[in-house]
Every structure is written in C-alpha cells, then in structure tokens.
C-alpha cells in the first residue's frame, strides 16, 4: 500500500507472494536470534535498533520491506506466479515504471491474452506444430519463444497449456520480462488495433501474440510494418498475410522472411517453377520454417519414385505440407505401398494422383482403413486393384463417408458379398454422395429402367455417369426401340457407337 497498491491489490499479492513473505520473516527471524537490530538499522536507516527490537514480529517484517528498494515489485512478480529468484532479477529492469501502473499492466497484458475463450486447444496445436516444423536458424526473437516454449513443455500438459493463464503466464513473464514496460496506450493498444486492421479477429488475437510473443515488444510502425511489407515485395498480397499470420506468427520473424527467399532460389537452381511455393505458403505457411535442405530430401525421393520435374509443381501445388514430412516418415508410406504389392512406379502415379496420402500417418490413418475393408469382407488379393483404382479411398473418414455408403447398400437389399464385389470391381463407389449421386440413380434404375437391384452389383460403374447426361437420354432412345439391353451395352459404349448400334447412324 505504501507504494501505491489499492487495498484489494495489495491483500492479492501478499496473498500470491509467499517466498517473498518467507524471505522477509526470515530475515527478521535471523536478526532477532543474533540481535544483530542496531547495526540493520544503521545500515537501513530506519528507526533505532532498541526500538526496533521492542516492535512486534509484524512490524519488523514490515519495516524489513519498507528497507528494500524493490519498489514492491519483486512480491508484484512473484504474485503472477514467477518464481522469487526470478522476480529479484526482473524487478531492477522495470521498477521503473512504478508499482500502480505495474499492477494495472500486469491486468492488462492477462485480459488481452487470455480472456478469449475457445481456441485453448487450437492454440496449444499450432504452437507444437511450428515448434515440429521448424528446422532453419533460429533468429533472436524466435531463439527467444522457443526458449519460452521449451519451459511450457518441460512442465505438466506442456504446450497444450498455452493459452490457460494461471500455467503460462508465468513463464511468460519470466521469459519478456520487458512486456511490463509496454505502454497499453502508446504501445499494446495500437498494436491491437493494428492486428484487427490486417483481417486478424479480435478474439484470435492472443493465437498470435501467445505463439510470438516477441511481436508484443515490436514497433508497429519500424517493425511489423516493415516485415509485412517484405512480404508484399515477395508476391504475398497483403489480404493473405492476416490469414498466413494467424495461422503462422513466425512469418514477422527475419529468420523465416531470408528463408523464403533462399527457398525461391533453390527451386529456381534445380529448374523448379517457384511460382507454386507463393499460392503453397498461403495455405501452408509453416513450409516457411523448413530448411532447403530438408526440401531437397523429399525432391530426391520424389525422383526416386519417378515423378518428373514437371509433375512436382502439380502435386506440391496439391499438398505443399509434404515439403514438411521427414524423408523417414515418407519412406513409411512408400513402403506402406510397396508391401501391398506396388512397385515404385505405380507408388510415384500414387503420388501424383493423390499426393495427401503421403501426408498421411501409416499406423493411424492408412493400415485403419486397410483393416477396416479387410474386415468388411474385401478380399486382400483385391486391395491392390481397389487401392490402384481409387487410392482416395485411404483418405476418406471411415464412420462418416466408408461406413454409411455401404450401408446404404446393404439397407437396399444387397449382401456385404454383393457390396464387397461391388467395391472390389469399381472402388471410386465409396466417393460418391449418397443424396446427390448413389440415391437418384438408384431410385432411377429401380422406379423408371424397371432394373434388378443385381444390376448394379454387375456393373457399379453405372453410377460414375452423370444421370442427366447420360443415364436418362440413353435409356430413353432404347426403351422408344422396345430394346432390352444390359447397363453394359447402354452406358460403357462412346457416343459413336451407341449412335451407330441403337440408331442406326455410322460414324
């Protein structure tokens, strides 16, 4: 209170200073046994030390504060949750600003960054993430987080625990101490304001600021500014750079802008189109903290596999987050492919056709979906040709698209022996929208062609045609000639020879 605390302030960090409570009873305690109070109080300049040794143990501990020259701010720190032999280390560099205007800053960094609920686990994930990803030198701001980081993780629900404030601002203090000489109106407010002006909602704001905290102690106009302008210099129009901020803070780091810069200029050395890695960071922006080096690794395997220069363009376009995989985790899924029978050929068309799988985890997603056909009732002798056919398949979500088309199916009569022959025959069925694909065109083969429900089990493909443009002008030419004819003869055949069997017309 002498320094200016408010009553309720005060009681609240005496309540959250323990160790700092701790250190002054034992002081007073050390004196009181030695007697050693008149040469304390030459030294402190406080009252005489026969009358000092008369007060009651509350006054002394009292009096042994007021001799500190803190300013109060060590117990100030010490009540966020910073340890006492840090607070002793911080306290000198921001005394300063004065305990009032500490407490109410202190306030205000804590509402700013954790008042806004909902994102805690969003948050957690993408710091984790950025620190999995990054393999370039790290600057000093970012040397800086990840030092933050690693304290986050070495204590209990690490990095999850990010966004709760009780756990993590502790260590955030610990870590920019120099956060509480940030003016909120000079300095924290105007970079608040700056943020929403770049498309950044208000509530993701602390996404940013928690994943780099270094953006809190930078100038908006001599920093930020000037890095975002680096990147619209690159090619990054500004309307993306919110949205590539929000998703990766570390783009305002110079570590991360010089990388960009020498990953444009390895893809041009290796004659390498490297207009794709713009439209890829946009969507992808963690690609930014991965080093050329590990980039080439997963080009080398890529010629390995036999993908041409010109089909890598296409398939990073597609998944740029490959570029982010170690090359152990895409030999996994190569060699995933290669024990069902594949040889590195037909994996590099894999790779072109559907360049997600090798993003893929091999225990969790892909031997799943395996297992979960095999235990359907598909044959393992049939899964190559299936997978080859349809290797999408490996990336659609077995409860919500595998499981209710085939038991749509088996709802309209069909075994699972009918539907596995089904499948194994034509496996892009499992893709299909019920509602907008295998429901019309059923309804149209049973109620309006008057087919068996068996026809489809002879020819699946029946439901890749389009309806409108195909099924139903079709059908109706060959029911106006009383033609009966199999789904075969009437679907699989070109428009030629369709015109020149059923109509008459030679090409």
Same mark, same amino acid.
């Given at each position: 209170?002498?320094?200016?605390?408010?009553?309720?302030?005060?009681?609240?960090?005496?309540?959250?200073?323990?160790?700092?409570?701790?250190?002054?009873?034992?002081?007073?305690?050390?004196?009181?046994?030695?007697?050693?109070?008149?040469?304390?109080?030459?030294?402190?300049?406080?009252?005489?030390?026969?009358?000092?040794?008369?007060?009651?143990?509350?006054?002394?501990?009292?009096?042994?504060?007021?001799?500190?020259?803190?300013?109060?701010?060590?117990?100030?720190?010490?009540?966020?949750?910073?340890?006492?032999?840090?607070?002793?280390?911080?306290?000198?560099?921001?005394?300063?600003?004065?305990?009032?205007?500490?407490?109410?800053?202190?306030?205000?960094?804590?509402?700013?960054?954790?008042?806004?609920?909902?994102?805690?686990?969003?948050?957690?994930?993408?710091?984790?993430?950025?620190?999995?990803?990054?393999?370039?030198?790290?600057?000093?701001?970012?040397?800086?987080?990840?030092?933050?980081?690693?304290?986050?993780?070495?204590?209990?629900?690490?990095?999850?625990?990010?966004?709760?404030?009780?756990?993590?601002?502790?260590?955030?203090?610990?870590?920019?101490?120099?956060?509480?000489?940030?003016?909120?109106?000079?300095?924290?407010?105007?970079?608040?304001?700056?943020?929403?002006?770049?498309?950044?909602?208000?509530?993701?704001?602390?996404?940013?600021?928690?994943?780099? #905290?270094? /953006?809190?102690? *930078? @100038? !908006? %106009?001599?920093?930020? &500014?000037?890095? +975002?302008?680096?990147?619209?210099?690159? =090619? $990054?129009?500004?309307?993306?750079?919110?949205?590539?901020?929000?998703?990766?803070?570390?783009?305002?780091?110079?570590?991360?802008?010089?990388?960009?810069?020498?990953?444009?200029?390895?893809?041009?050395?290796?004659?390498?189109?490297?207009?794709?890695?713009?439209?890829?960071?946009?969507?992808?922006?963690?690609?930014?903290?991965?080093?050329?080096?590990?980039?080439?690794?997963?080009?080398?395997?890529?010629?390995?596999?036999?993908?041409?220069?010109?089909?890598?363009?296409?398939?990073?376009?597609?998944?740029?987050?490959?570029?982010?995989?170690?090359?152990?985790?895409?030999?996994?899924?190569?060699?995933?492919?290669?024990?069902?029978?594949?040889?590195?050929?037909?994996?590099?068309?894999?790779?072109?056709?559907? #360049?997600? /799988?090798?993003? *893929? @985890? !091999? %225990?969790?997603?892909? &031997?799943?979906? +395996?297992?979960?056909?095999?235990?359907? =009732? $598909?044959?393992?002798?049939?899964?190559?040709?299936?997978?080859?056919?349809?290797?999408?398949?490996?990336?659609?979500?077995?409860?919500?698209?595998?499981?209710?088309?085939?038991?749509?199916?088996?709802?309209?009569?069909?075994?699972?022996?009918?539907?596995?022959?089904?499948?194994?025959?034509?496996?892009?069925?499992?893709?299909?929208?019920?509602?907008?694909?295998?429901?019309?065109?059923?309804?149209?083969?049973?109620?309006?062609?008057?087919?068996?429900?068996?026809?489809?089990?002879?020819?699946?493909?029946?439901?890749?045609?389009?309806?409108?443009?195909?099924?139903?002008?079709?059908?109706?030419?060959?029911?106006?000639?009383?033609?009966?004819?199999?789904?075969?003869?009437?679907?699989?055949?070109?428009?030629?020879?369709?015109?020149?069997?059923?109509?008459?017309?030679?090409?």
């Amino acid at each position: 209170r002498d320094h200016g605390a408010s009553p309720e302030d005060a009681a609240a960090i005496a309540a959250r200073a323990p160790g700092y409570a701790a250190m002054l009873a034992d002081g007073v305690r050390e004196l009181d046994e030695l007697g050693l109070w008149a040469s304390w109080s030459a030294g402190a300049g406080a009252r005489a030390g026969a009358e000092m040794g008369a007060l009651g143990f509350g006054r002394k501990v009292y009096f042994m504060g007021r001799s500190r020259r803190d300013g109060a701010v060590v117990p100030l720190v010490e009540s966020l949750g910073v340890r006492l032999s840090s607070a002793k280390l911080i306290a000198p560099y921001v005394a300063a600003e004065g305990l009032p205007v500490l407490i109410r800053r202190a306030k205000f960094l804590k509402e700013m960054l954790f008042s806004s609920s909902g994102y805690e686990t969003l948050i957690g994930r993408n710091a984790k993430r950025m620190m999995a990803h990054l393999s370039i030198p790290a600057d000093e701001a970012l040397q800086s987080t990840l030092s933050f980081f690693e304290k986050m993780e070495a204590r209990h629900g690490g990095l999850s625990m990010l966004a709760h404030g009780d756990v993590s601002f502790p260590y955030l203090i610990e870590s920019f101490p120099m956060l509480l000489r940030c003016s909120e109106e000079n300095h924290l407010k105007p970079l608040i304001d700056f943020l929403k002006h770049i498309g950044i909602p208000k509530p993701r704001i602390p996404s940013v600021l928690l994943a780099f #905290p270094p /953006i809190m102690l *930078s @100038d !908006v %106009e001599k920093d930020i &500014k000037r890095r +975002i302008h680096a990147w619209e210099k690159a =090619g $990054i129009e500004q309307e993306y750079i919110g949205r590539m901020l929000l998703k990766y803070p570390w783009i305002l780091s110079a570590s991360v802008i010089e990388n960009y810069k020498q990953a444009l200029l390895f893809f041009n050395r290796r004659k390498i189109s490297s207009a794709f890695l713009g439209t890829a960071v946009k969507s992808w922006p963690h690609i930014l903290g991965c080093s050329t080096t590990r980039m080439n690794s997963i080009l080398v395997l890529f010629d390995d596999l036999g993908i041409s220069k010109k089909m890598v363009v296409p398939v990073l376009t597609s998944s740029p987050q490959l570029l982010l995989r170690k090359a152990n985790e895409f030999l996994q899924v190569v060699s995933f492919f290669e024990d069902m029978g594949f040889d590195k050929k037909a994996v590099g068309k894999i790779v072109c056709r559907s #360049p997600e /799988i090798f993003a *893929s @985890d !091999v %225990e969790n997603t892909l &031997k799943k979906k +395996i297992d979960f056909l095999i235990d359907f =009732g $598909i044959s393992e002798r049939h899964l190559p040709r299936i997978i080859k056919k349809y290797p999408e398949l490996l990336l659609l979500d077995i409860n919500r698209t595998l499981l209710p088309r085939m038991n749509y199916f088996l709802g309209k009569g069909l075994s699972k022996k009918d539907v596995c022959s089904m499948i194994s025959r034509f496996s892009p069925l499992l893709g299909y929208s019920i509602e907008h694909v295998l429901k019309p065109k059923l309804d149209f083969l049973l109620q309006t062609m008057k087919k068996p429900l068996k026809a489809v089990v002879e020819y699946p493909r029946y439901f890749s045609y389009s309806l409108e443009g195909r099924i139903k002008p079709r059908f109706w030419i060959i029911k106006s000639r009383n033609i009966d004819c199999s789904l075969t003869d009437m679907l699989a055949k070109n428009n030629e020879l369709f015109a020149e069997e059923y109509l008459g017309i030679e090409t």
